[in-house]
């Protein structure tokens, strides 16, 4: 199964992505799927992102607020993925120099993301596009909680995706895993160094100040497990996505190998 149809994407949804292990390359991943059915597609961030190299039939638009409502509905006619962002940053991701196994060509530079106000102006503005939003950052952890000032996203919002990276599991609820260790072990009540569980990981997921911090009342919230070996077992994976299900926001539950060519492992519901 490909990721739209386990997220039962729908033309003008807006699909924020939150959390930690694999936001970008979700996004990017969906982003593909759905231009390969001939849907067009906007993909941005209310926080920062790498500068992505546009290929065929893209085009990457750093523009303010008002600029980018002019240009990105007469983009989408000529191109079926549009990048936006509103300037480039000083700010250089050293991790990115010298990668060349990337599934998508990325400069080291980071660009500023759009407001949220924007975000719900395109989506008032547009027809027949899905809006997809990196709402969070995670410095490459595999599991996070969101500070105070996080995640932004925008209230136009139709479907919430937190992440995690389930090679968490085991290792150690410290800095070197988990952005802000901290702040998931006051979620979890559990204390920092301690192994990241199966309970942690499901409690930070489906948590009102963790995975589902943000979430709007009409969204609909679908967690992704990020299982990056596709032939490890799905125990552990499917009692996560159990243990979430007991939030009654939450909708499914996605377990997936982000990088596999048939990316959707299971979908619990």
């Known amino acids: 199964m490909l990721l739209h149809q386990a997220l039962n994407v729908k033309v003008n ?4 992505f939150v959390g ?3 936001k ?3 996004a990017l991943r969906l982003m593909e799927e759905l231009a390969g059915i001939e849907q067009r597609v906007v993909f941005t961030t209310t926080t920062k992102i790498l500068e992505p190299i546009p290929r065929e039939n893209e085009y990457l638009l750093l523009a303010n607020e008002e600029e980018a409502l002019a240009q990105v509905p007469e983009l989408l006619t000529r191109y079926l993925k549009v990048f936006l962002a509103q300037r480039r940053l000083g700010e ?4 990115v120099l010298g990668e060349s196994d990337r599934d998508y060509p990325m400069r080291p530079n ?3 993301g759009v407001p949220p106000s924007l975000v719900d102006r395109l989506a008032q503005q547009l027809s027949g596009a899905v809006i997809l939003v990196e709402a969070d950052g995670a410095g490459h952890r595999a599991l996070k909680a969101p500070a105070a000032h996080e995640p932004v996203v925008p209230p136009s919002t139709t479907i919430l995706v937190p992440l995690a990276d389930l090679t968490v599991l085991g290792k150690p609820l410290a800095e070197q895993h988990v952005h802000r260790p901290e702040l998931v072990a006051g979620l979890t009540g559990t204390a920092v160094g301690q192994p990241v569980t199966v309970e942690m990981v499901a409690t930070v997921l489906s948590h009102p100040h963790g995975g589902l911090k943000g979430l709007p009342e009409h969204a609909r919230a679908i967690p992704i497990l990020n299982q990056i070996a596709e032939d490890r ?3 552990e994976a499917r009692e996560i996505a159990h243990l979430i299900l007991r939030n009654e926001r939450v909708e499914r539950v996605v377990i997936a190998s982000l990088r596999a060519p048939e990316p959707v492992l299971e979908v619990i519901t």
Not at 13 to 16: A, G, M, N, R, T
């Open 92 to 95: 250089v991701d050293p991790t």
């Open 13 to 16: 949804d807006v699909i924020s």
């Open 24 to 26: 970008t390359t979700a």
């Open 110 to 112: 980071k660009l500023e």
């Open 20 to 22: 930690a292990g694999g």
């Open 233 to 235: 077992p799905l125990d």
